[in-house]
């Protein structure tokens, strides 16, 4: 069936799109840590044409789905997992190794971007802790009074006029 092949190009296409973009979340990883804004801003950019991609891949795929449920004479077929139950043998593992590559490269996909995200978020507390200490401080140098008793009305000074 030609429409098997079709999706067998565009399970390909789709791992190959895949992972690419995993390359460019590893490099974001490099990227981060180093803390090169403006090399993060190309990655993602980058990134965001690759949805878009991936996005006209699903629509294809979805397009090919339809096709072959006509052609097997089968109401639809939502999803390649069901496909490959009414298909000959060959075809169907052939196509299930293909959808088990792209899933894999998905879940190390998902992986990658767990670590970035968790690496700018911690940049994002170091710098929002930087910001704390740079704009707050108390007004004379210690909390205590006179008499070594502690001093419970300690007015922080702002050194920047911020409102949140």
């Known amino acids: 069936m030609k429409s098997i092949d079709q999706l067998k190009d565009t399970l390909i296409k789709e791992t190959d799109l895949y992972t690419q973009v995993l390359k460019l979340a590893e490099e974001k990883t490099k990227v981060i840590v180093a803390g090169d804004i403006k090399v993060l801003e190309d990655i993602t950019k980058k990134e965001q044409q690759y949805i878009m991609n991936m996005g006209t891949f699903e629509k294809i795929r ?37 959808r088990n590559n792209l899933l894999e490269t998905i879940a190390d996909l998902k992986v990658v971007n767990e670590g970035n995200e968790k690496l700018i978020n911690q940049s994002l507390q ?23 008793s502690e001093n419970k009305e300690v007015k922080p000074i702002n050194f920047f006029d911020m409102r949140v």
Do not use: C, M
């Open 62 to 98: 979805r397009s090919i789905l339809t096709n072959i449920a006509e052609e097997l004479n089968v109401e639809a077929i939502t999803t390649v997992s069901e496909l490959i139950l009414f298909v000959e043998e060959d075809a169907g593992n052939k196509i299930d190794q293909l």
């Open 126 to 148: 170091y710098i929002n802790f930087n910001l704390e200490v740079l704009t707050h401080s108390p007004e004379d140098g210690n909390r205590y009074s006179s008499n070594a």
